[in-house]
């Protein structure tokens, strides 16, 4: 899989690291020379140095052959205009961090996805996904983009429900649950309150049937 991380920094170092070790091809584009360079060492990580928001710096880094583009920059501009760019270039997915939540319609109305929980993008990119024996069978989440990466908040007065319970679409994976400052990686016990944030994947044709079931009645 070819992955261009846009952005050099804690997060995006460790996402090249991380995606680098599962044996993919990581290209990251960094602005700083200084973080570049130390980039630079690690083994089988290409580094450019230069804007990722500029339409020459993505087609260096061959932005219209990738599978993934992630845009981890701490600047929501930056990473918005670096996905919608390399999706215009033929880049198959894209994903952006989200810095600020005030700025989550935006990214919305123009169809990028977001992770607003930074380390939520390493868990999504960089492994599969196992789901309990008794379920289906092993979903990778970037298979053939037939899958949809989706945030959804419970809203208040949202009854406290088993994810057992919940009746999610046949093939959903709760990936993680926010709660005030913890993260759970949830299972059928796991109990989904009002105030949960809750990270999940499924097919895309079901995205609306999710929704509807972590959050009845909500205007997710």
């Known amino acids: 899989m070819r992955t261009i991380v846009v952005g050099g920094g804690k997060v995006g170092g460790y996402l090249g690291r991380a995606l680098t070790k599962e044996g993919h091809t990581v290209t990251v584009i960094e602005a700083s020379k200084e973080k570049a360079r130390r980039l630079a060492d690690l083994p089988r990580l290409l580094v450019i140095i230069g804007d990722g928001t500029e339409v020459e710096v993505l087609n260096k880094a061959d932005a219209a052959r990738s599978d993934w583009v992630v845009a981890v920059t701490g600047k929501d501009e930056d990473n918005l205009v670096a996905c919608q760019l390399a999706r215009t270039l033929g880049a198959r997915h894209v994903i952006a961090r989200l810095n600020d939540p005030m700025n989550a319609p935006t990214f919305s109305a123009l169809e990028i996805p977001v992770v607003a929980v930074t380390d939520m993008i390493v868990r999504v990119i960089s492994h599969e996904v196992q789901i309990e024996a008794e379920q289906l069978e092993r979903v990778t989440l970037l298979a053939r983009g037939e899958l949809s990466l989706v945030e959804v908040d419970i809203p208040d007065g949202t009854p406290v429900r088993r994810v057992s319970n919940a009746s999610l679409p046949g093939k959903t994976v709760l990936v993680a649950l926010l709660r005030n400052d913890e993260v ?20 895309l044709l079901e995205e609306e049937e999710l929704r509807a079931a972590l959050a009845p009645g909500g205007s997710q």
């Open 184 to 203: 759970f990686i949830p299972h059928g016990d796991t109990e989904l309150r009002p105030g949960d944030r809750v990270l999940a994947v499924t097919k």
